[in-house]
């Protein structure tokens, strides 16, 4: 497979010290490079430095979109990353971080890292993941790469927690339908607040004829469904300790008996399990045992609300049009009805997001935009947009913390520029075009501002 190519820029001060040294490096292992010599990078990209400024984390960020692109921040040495340095350069979104001289053979560690990531991106980008799982937003960007090498590179148990409606069955879906497992059987779906009590050993062990009153024949339980195959176990947190129990000890061995049966079964599966409760206050409670959610939490992903990806909304709201089945062109969203979808509440998040689409669908007609008219009267919203203030408590606080600090008016107008300005292009992806219209700033504006921000910051005289 071939190696992908990637920009790379250098910020010394002194002279980096091993300033070709890398760069040749990298070539005999087949990682190709090219110096930066564009103001918006695109890619991947590996920044060389040889110590952590301002302008180098701020680079960063930008470079990376906050996470969103693959950037390796390769370090001099060791004495550049003191201080918690490398901690400061993840914060500002690279992927890694380390010292060039931290091993024999960095560049292979370098290769593998990009080889690995171009993988798990080529499938964050395919079809099947943003058909299922939609956004663009840098924290959920991140989710889905968790999601993408959790599924595709390793056979590890998988905890998925979040609030009702945040897509935890599609995650488990995903999971099931990127695992590479050869001779792979099915995904075994088990509702944990269905489960009635007296038929729960029967659920998941099966059980044979004659096991209890009502047992006419033979039944598999979940454990032997999923074997070869997946087993998702909706809502764990709502397991009895005792069920508890006999989960772990089938996580364990793999083995189990059925109710009423004396011989072992074996099963091999993949556990995958969701619940929207805080399993370790339920640990602390008592609740919820303690070998269990180490046993099946070898990897965690929490899926966040949707009031915290507000910048999915519009992505998500247009996904479901379409699949709605509303006609075979996208139509755009007036701007009240746009303002009305990023401010509007979502307590039952993605869900309750697709919910709004269908009674919205059903109403709009024509080829024309999406109006206000369209959204049903229950929807519409108590205030305003008009009369909203969006000045907050919030920005408030930040402001009047600065001016304690003695951060001057010019510094305060300048970071509130900046950060306008970070906030429309992740939004809009990067698009220099669309934020500027956001923004109510031409193209040549917009770059002329951003550019002038980050040389406005502390110099760390990039070369």
């Given at each position: 497979?071939?190696?992908?190519?990637?920009?790379?820029?250098?910020?010394?001060?002194?002279?980096?010290?091993?300033?070709?040294?890398?760069?040749?490096?990298?070539?005999?292992v087949g990682v190709r490079t090219h110096p930066l010599d564009s103001v918006e990078p695109r890619g991947a990209g590996i920044i060389l430095f040889d110590q952590i400024t301002a302008s180098l984390c701020e680079f960063a960020g930008d470079a990376s979109r906050n996470g969103v692109e693959r950037v390796l921040a390769i370090a001099s040495s060791h004495e550049a990353l003191a201080n918690g340095g490398a901690w400061r350069l993840l914060r500002?979104?690279?992927?890694?971080?380390?010292?060039?001289?931290?091993?024999?053979?960095?560049?292979?560690?370098?290769?593998?890292?990009?080889?690995?990531?171009?993988?798990?991106?080529?499938?964050?980008?395919?079809?099947?993941?943003?058909?299922?799982?939609?956004?663009?937003?840098?924290?959920?960007?991140?989710?889905?790469?968790?999601?993408?090498?959790?599924?595709?590179?390793?056979?590890?148990?998988?905890?998925?927690?979040?609030?009702?409606?945040?897509?935890?069955?599609?995650?488990?879906?995903?999971v099931h339908s990127l695992d590479p497992r050869e001779r792979k059987r099915e995904l075994v779906v088990l509702d944990c607040t269905t489960i009635v009590p007296e038929l729960s050993g029967s659920e998941f062990f099966g059980h044979e004829r004659g096991a209890f009153t009502g047992a006419t024949g033979p039944r598999d339980g979940a454990f032997a469904l999923a074997d070869h195959g997946t087993l998702f176990l909706d809502e764990v947190g709502?397991?009895?300790?005792?069920?508890?129990?006999?989960?772990?000890?089938?996580?364990?061995?793999?083995?189990?008996?059925?109710?009423?049966?004396?011989?072992?079964?074996?099963?091999?599966?993949?556990?995958?399990?969701?619940?929207?409760?805080?399993?370790?206050?339920?640990?602390?409670?008592?609740?919820?045992?303690?070998?269990?959610?180490?046993?099946?939490?070898?990897?965690?992903?929490?899926?966040?609300?949707?009031?915290?990806?507000?910048?999915?909304?519009?992505?998500?709201?247009?996904?479901?049009?379409?699949?709605?089945?509303?006609?075979?062109?996208?139509?755009?969203?007036?701007?009240?009805?746009?303002?009305?979808?990023?401010?509007?509440?979502?307590?039952?998040?993605?869900?309750?997001?697709?919910?709004?689409?269908?009674?919205?669908?059903?109403?709009?007609?024509?080829?024309?935009?999406?109006?206000?008219?369209?959204?049903?009267?229950?929807?519409?919203?108590?205030?305003?947009?008009?009369?909203?203030?969006?000045?907050?408590?919030?920005?408030?606080?930040?402001?009047?913390?600065?001016?304690?600090?003695?951060?001057?008016?010019?510094?305060?107008?300048?970071?509130?520029?900046?950060?306008?300005?970070?906030?429309?292009?992740?939004?809009?992806?990067?698009?220099?075009?669309?934020?500027?219209?956001?923004?109510?700033?031409?193209?040549?504006?917009?770059?002329?501002?951003?550019?002038?921000?980050?040389?406005?910051?502390?110099?760390?005289?990039?070369?």
């Amino acid at each position: 497979m071939e190696k992908p190519k990637v920009w790379h820029r250098i910020f010394a001060q002194d002279g980096f010290a091993v300033e070709a040294s890398p760069l040749e490096a990298l070539a005999t292992v087949g990682v190709r490079t090219h110096p930066l010599d564009s103001v918006e990078p695109r890619g991947a990209g590996i920044i060389l430095f040889d110590q952590i400024t301002a302008s180098l984390c701020e680079f960063a960020g930008d470079a990376s979109r906050n996470g969103v692109e693959r950037v390796l921040a390769i370090a001099s040495s060791h004495e550049a990353l003191a201080n918690g340095g490398a901690w400061r350069l993840l914060r500002s979104g690279v992927s890694d971080v380390f010292a060039w001289d931290h091993s024999p053979k960095p560049e292979l560690e370098v290769a593998a890292r990009l080889e690995r990531w171009s993988a798990v991106d080529r499938l964050v980008n395919s079809p099947l993941v943003r058909a299922n799982l939609v956004g663009r937003s840098p924290g959920w960007v991140s989710i889905l790469r968790q999601v993408v090498e959790v599924a595709s590179f390793t056979d590890s148990a998988l905890l998925i927690t979040g609030e009702s409606g945040t897509g935890k069955e599609l995650v488990a879906r995903l999971v099931h339908s990127l695992d590479p497992r050869e001779r792979k059987r099915e995904l075994v779906v088990l509702d944990c607040t269905t489960i009635v009590p007296e038929l729960s050993g029967s659920e998941f062990f099966g059980h044979e004829r004659g096991a209890f009153t009502g047992a006419t024949g033979p039944r598999d339980g979940a454990f032997a469904l999923a074997d070869h195959g997946t087993l998702f176990l909706d809502e764990v947190g709502e397991l009895s300790l005792s069920l508890q129990a006999q989960l772990l000890r089938v996580a364990q061995e793999h083995t189990f008996k059925r109710v009423g049966g004396n011989s072992w079964n074996r099963a091999e599966f993949r556990l995958v399990c969701a619940t929207n409760r805080d399993l370790l206050d339920e640990l602390t409670r008592g609740r919820f045992r303690p070998d269990l959610y180490y046993r099946i939490a070898s990897v965690v992903c929490h899926l966040p609300p949707l009031r915290d990806r507000p910048g999915d909304i519009i992505p998500l709201f247009q996904h479901f049009f379409m699949e709605h089945g509303a006609g075979n062109e996208l139509p755009e969203l007036d701007e009240p009805v746009r303002e009305y979808l990023l401010r509007r509440e979502y307590p039952g998040n993605v869900r309750d997001l697709k919910q709004l689409v269908a009674r919205i669908a059903y109403r709009h007609v024509g080829p024309g935009p999406i109006t206000v008219g369209d959204l049903p009267e229950a929807e519409w919203p108590a205030v305003s947009v008009e009369e909203e203030n969006w000045r907050g408590m919030a920005l408030d606080t930040s402001i009047r913390r600065a001016v304690a600090q003695g951060v001057g008016l010019k510094e305060i107008g300048r970071l509130a520029t900046e950060t306008a300005i970070r906030i429309a292009l992740d939004d809009e992806e990067g698009n220099l075009q669309r934020a500027a219209q956001k923004l109510g700033v031409t193209d040549r504006a917009l770059q002329m501002r951003k550019a002038a921000g980050r040389h406005n910051g502390p110099s760390a005289h990039p070369h």
